[in-house]
């Protein structure tokens, strides 16, 4: 059975910082690419931040310079370290892992940003 747990998340001040987590399993999760997504209220789910399995990156416009995706296969797990945080960055964070004929998604994570 595939899960996948992020934590993590909570009310912070704006400028403060967060990082959340993404444990899986139930996955080879070396060979997936791994991706935080969000969702604001009334608004789509858009993609926040890419690890690939050979490890490269990729960030949306709206956290690049403020936000570090890694990962760590030996421990099945995915980071995304938020600095600067806004009240823009309110969402719920999700943990998706693709591969060519996969999809999973974790439950998500509240990150909530007061101003």
């Known amino acids: 059975q595939v899960q996948l747990v992020e934590s993590g998340g909570g009310l912070v001040q704006a400028g403060g910082s967060l990082r959340l987590s993404c444990v899986a399993s139930?996955?080879?999760?070396?060979?997936?690419?791994m991706v935080w997504y969000r969702q604001a209220p009334g608004k789509q789910r858009e993609l926040v931040a890419v690890?690939?399995?050979?490890?490269?990156?990729y960030y949306a416009d709206s956290v690049k310079g403020r936000s570090t995706i890694s990962r760590d296969n030996a421990n099945n797990t995915v980071y995304l370290q938020m600095n600067s945080l806004k009240p823009a960055d309110t969402a719920v964070y999700y943990c998706?892992?693709?591969?060519?004929?996969?999809?999973?998604w974790g439950q998500g994570t509240q990150v909530t940003v007061s101003s």
């Open positions: 998706n892992a693709k591969s060519v004929n996969d999809d999973y």
């Open positions: 690890v690939n399995s050979g490890g490269g990156t």
């Open positions: 139930g996955i080879i999760f070396s060979i997936y690419n």
